[in-house]
């Protein structure tokens, strides 16, 4: 997956945690302390009270003694001492407890235990049980009543009456966490993450030891910011060390970094605490299948299908995790195990849907997600995807080969003349380096509107730093118009880089781990072209500095926390540079195949370079010294300085004393500049210019000095510095088309200065018709007519002011290639809005001799 700066990242839980059945039993307690306005002092916790706040907190046993010397004829202790049996996965005691209450008030919260047990158990009797609790929604004379009704009703996923009576529930009683807590499960379980979120966040507000809030708002988060979720469940077990969904959700996200020893540590956690629990032992499951190991995932089926038999949520998960995995033909094979068993499995469904979509099988998925959809209509990632598909349906489809690109038909035009020859280039390029040929067809898609590339990838809108994704053979990504205003990314860079990842998705049998996937499509890129090289450096060196770059031991799941994910980036490119250079580009093919065979990093590493990354590390330390020693050293400023608040005259002292500091030198020359000393100004630029040459932005010493000279007339020097700045500010338009202008107004027409300003311009904004015409002029003067008509045709689709222009120029490119017909095509379509135009009639005269002299 390729970002800017800051990324978002695929993560797919590895088990749905259900928080929702601890809430129910707790209504009856909140509610029984409800009170108008501001709440009361506190007041002793009745003992059922303080049962619901240890069942709350993990005291089972508490619990059980508790709820011993109560009325056990009162449905409302009788849910909660079964509830405390469940939570232990003594599921016939709890059964036993509940079966005779439920039968005798089968409206009560007996009821609703029974009945979300028998739901947990795959028991057909789950619907009916439900469906009478559900039914008091229409006779509901409180707020707790009003509740269960509502609990009932979401749990049967009637998802428009669940809300009803959520919010009469919560209007009666504003203050009462668990309906409340419970109302945001019923948003999350439909990835509505913001409306959960609110929920969790004033049950939070009222009450900071809700575990369920604490877990659902963890579940809401783990997209995200994963670490800020881990925290969330941390600060849980301070709570409730008892939480088996508390482990679970740890584990997930263990596996989702491949730190499987920590993920089985958590599970075996959970377990010990419930035997039972069928979400940890169809983890355990997901974890072996993805490990290869066949004998232990069906023992963990087994094991599952023991508690309940029609249970189909072990291959769900199994799926869901195969798939974070992005091994997606995997993933749809065990899902579909999961709809032989629930064939009406709204949410496995769906989940088939997104995995077919990343397999490329877009028919596939729409069939699934629409069955889906019909199912649960409220499921806002199935609406997305659909919405999504019923968009995709517009698009131009281009076959050429193995590829299959699929553009915007306002885009298309202009894009495909270049998606095409680049991503044939890049597979071509990459599959001999790799010694490899991808299995196609590629499904290329590129989205003008950066939410339904989001909704493409994940199924939801935002990835706000994303730029685009691969899942083996298919590449997603943002078009340029995703971009505004234009110059925000390289997509040819992009596109570079999704299709390093179909050579080591694919040569890994889709195994290889992020760090070294996202490392290779990174260093690929600046492989291809120096100028699609990633800014950063000065970051990176800043960082050294600080001795704050990622250790490769925890290279990986730095992928996942949003605020080491643009390091990860730019460090993974450097570990795979020193590996090359250290092992060489044979052992990293080598590498890429250790992973196909199912080596995990240690194994693989040890079996082709005989190493591991602890190893590995202090090689790459020296490395980054040799690359970064110089810079670091340039950017080093004294410790307490502060360059912001310092006047002119401490800047100039900091100056004399620090000559090898950059950041002084430059910030003095700003300084000199504002106090108008703009001759002492330019030679401190000068030298900060000699300390770091690739400085870029607007503050650097170039861009600097182009301004002063361009204050001075001093033309030629504007030109030099734009030039200098543009070789090394690869992302900055503004820089290159104002350099364009300034050749223009000297008349410069030597191709080697003007060729490369215009190219920079078009790679930042294709869509740039002045620019593509003036390399289209370039590749005439050199006799390139093929390369001039395909620009000269880009201008035409881009609609441009003078038509009539644009029409001759594409026909004089067309007959210095000797296509003498779509010559006088384009002169006569020319002359019809023109007829007076003099170039377009000698050209045709010359069309019309050449003719006939042949």
Not at 159 to 176: G, I, M, S, Y
Not at 364 to 378: E, H, K, M, N, V
Not at 486 to 499: N, S
């Amino acid at each position: 997956m390729k970002f800017p700066p800051s990324r978002a990242v695929y993560v797919s839980a590895l088990v749905a945690a259900v928080a929702a059945p601890l809430c129910a039993v707790l209504v009856v307690a909140q509610t029984q302390r409800r009170a108008a306005g501001p709440p009361p002092a506190p007041k002793p916790a009745t003992p059922f009270e303080a049962a619901a706040r240890a069942l709350l907190e993990g005291r089972f046993d508490e619990v059980d003694s508790t709820t011993d010397k109560l009325d056990l004829r009162d449905p409302n202790v009788v849910a909660l001492k079964a509830r405390a049996a469940m939570e232990r996965g003594r599921y016939a005691d709890a059964e036993a407890l509940l079966q005779p209450v439920a039968t005798r008030l089968p409206t009560s919260e007996a009821g609703l235990q029974l009945g979300l047990l028998q739901q947990q158990l795959s028991r057909p009797a789950a619907d009916q049980t439900l469906g009478r609790v559900a039914s008091l929604a229409s006779t509901a004379q409180n707020a707790d009543e009003m509740a269960r009704a509502a609990r009932a009703l979401a749990a049967l996923d009637r998802v428009a009456d669940a809300k009803a009576a959520f919010l009469e529930a919560t209007r009666a009683a504003p203050t009462n966490v668990a309906i409340e807590s419970a109302f945001g499960d019923l948003f999350l379980a439909k990835y509505n993450y913001a409306e959960a979120l609110k929920s969790y966040e004033r049950v939070l507000e009222l009450d900071p030891r809700w575990t369920p809030a604490l877990l659902g708002a963890a579940h809401a988060l783990e997209n995200d910011d994963p670490p800020q979720a881990a925290g969330a469940v941390k600060r849980l077990l301070q709570i409730n060390p008892n939480s088996v969904d508390a482990n679970i959700f740890l584990a997930g996200q263990a596996a989702d970094v491949d730190h499987h020893t920590e993920a089985r540590a958590y599970l075996a956690k959970a377990l010990a605490i419930n035997p039972n629990n069928i979400e940890a032992h169809g983890s355990l499951a997901a974890l072996a299948f993805v490990e290869d190991n066949n004998a232990e995932f069906e023992s963990e089926v087994e094991k599952v299908h023991a508690v309940a038999p029609q249970d189909a949520g072990v291959y769900r998960i199994t799926g869901e995790l195969l798939a974070h995995n992005y091994r997606f033909d995997d993933a749809v094979a065990m899902t579909r195990r999961a709809l032989a068993l629930a064939p009406r499995d709204a949410q496995a469904l769906a989940d088939l849907g997104a995995q077919l979509l990343r397999t490329g099988d877009e028919t596939g998925a729409r069939a699934s997600l629409q069955t889906s959809f019909d199912i649960d209509p409220y499921n806002v990632v199935t609406f997305n995807s659909l919405k999504m598909l019923d968009s995709l349906d517009t698009f131009e489809t281009v076959r050429d080969g193995d590829l299959i690109v699929r553009l915007n038909k306002d885009e298309a035009p202009v894009l495909k003349e270049y998606v095409i020859p680049l991503a044939h280039k890049a597979l071509q390029t990459m599959a001999a380096k790799y010694e490899f040929t991808p299995t196609g067809p590629i499904l290329i898609e590129m989205f003008p509107k950066h939410d339904d590339f989001a909704v493409r990838t994940l199924g939801l809108p935002g990835m706000i730093g994303a730029l685009g994704a691969c899942f083996g053979r298919v590449v997603t990504l943002d078009s340029p118009r995703a971009r505004q205003p234009p110059g925000d990314f390289l997509w040819e860079a992009t596109l570079w880089h999704e299709l390093g990842h179909v050579i080591t998705l694919q040569m890994s049998n889709q195994r290889v781990p992020r760090w070294l996937t996202e490392g290779i499509s990174e260093w690929e890129e600046t492989q291809a072209r120096r100028d699609w090289t990633r800014p950063g450096e000065d970051m990176f060196a800043r960082v050294l500095n600080h001795k704050q770059d990622i250790k490769l031991k925890e290279l990986n799941e730095a992928f996942q926390d949003p605020k080491r994910i643009s390091l990860a980036y730019y460090q993974g490119r450097l570990v795979v540079d020193y590996m090359v250079k250290t092992f060489g580009q044979a052992s990293l093919n080598s590498l890429l195949r250790a992973y196909g065979q199912g080596l995990d990093t240690d194994a693989a590493l040890k079996r082709v370079m005989d190493t591991d990354l602890e190893k590995m590390q202090a090689g790459f330390d020296q490395y980054l010294d040799r690359e970064f020693g110089g810079l670091k050293r340039a950017l080093t400023v004294p410790e307490g300085t502060d360059l912001a608040r310092a006047q002119l005259d401490a800047l100039e002292k900091l100056a004399k004393d620090n000559p090898g500091s950059y950041p002084i030198q430059d910030t003095y020359a700003i300084a000199l500049r504002k106090a108008r000393q703009t001759d002492d100004a330019v030679k401190v630029f000068d030298k900060a210019a000699t300390l770091w040459p690739a400085a870029t932005g607007d503050d650097s010493p170039h861009a600097q000095l182009a301004e002063i000279a361009l204050e001075k007339n001093d033309r030629p020097r504007a030109i030099n510095e734009l030039t200098t700045l543009m070789n090394v500010d690869f992302e900055n338009l503004s820089a290159a088309e104002h350099l364009a202008g300034l050749l223009r107004a000297a008349n410069v027409t030597d191709a080697t200065r003007t060729r490369p300003v215009y190219e920079r311009i078009v790679a930042l904004d294709p869509f740039n018709g002045e620019a593509r015409a003036a390399l289209g002029r370039i590749a005439l003067q050199r006799n390139d007519a093929e390369f001039a008509a395909r620009e000269f045709r880009t201008v035409l689709a881009l609609k441009p002011i003078d038509p009539a222009v644009a029409h001759t120029d594409l026909a004089e490119s067309y007959f210095k290639a000797g296509k003498r017909d779509d010559a006088k095509r384009q002169a006569l379509a020319a002359l019809e809005i023109a007829p007076s135009f003099a170039r377009a009639q000698d050209l045709l005269l010359q069309l019309t001799d050449a003719g006939a002299r042949k």
